[in-house]
């Protein structure tokens, strides 16, 4: 993205004018999510688990989405259920956030070696295919 005064507050959509041309090829291939792969060999990251948010949107979401804060407990991740099943990317509208929220809490609820392993092929298998909200 361009430099810009609403990076913490803003988040990336669509016709986002801040997205470059190679910013909008490393988001549609990606490749922007491997240097995260440095924060999980430190252990601050997972592979997989809740993404992260904004600081901001932490603060909006926990007063309006019941269980938000219950992905606080675990790692984040590079991936998770909520952006293999549909909630990647931009959240417009509450109902959203609550669905990625949902999936996010449900991962934690049933984690399982087997769990992960799924959601890296699904992950792969997105990644391949090509998925609309990746930008």
Do not use: C
Request: hydrophobic fraction near 40%.
């Amino acid at each position: 993205m361009r430099v810009n005064n609403l990076s913490d507050e803003l988040q990336a959509s669509k016709e986002d004018s801040r997205i470059t041309r190679i910013g909008s090829f490393l988001r549609k291939t990606n490749l922007d999510e491997f240097p995260q792969f440095l924060n999980v060999f430190i252990g601050d990251m997972s592979i997989v688990g809740p993404r992260p948010h904004m600081l901001k949107h932490t603060d909006e979401y926990s007063k309006l989405v019941d269980s938000y804060m219950v992905r606080q407990l675990v790692k984040p991740g590079i991936t998770g259920p909520a952006q293999v099943y549909g909630f990647r990317g931009e959240t417009k509208t509450t109902a959203e956030m609550e669905g990625r929220v949902e999936l996010d809490v449900w991962y934690i609820e049933n984690w399982s070696i087997l769990l992960d392993l799924k959601m890296i092929m699904l992950t792969i298998w997105n990644m391949v295919r090509g998925e609309e909200k990746a930008y």
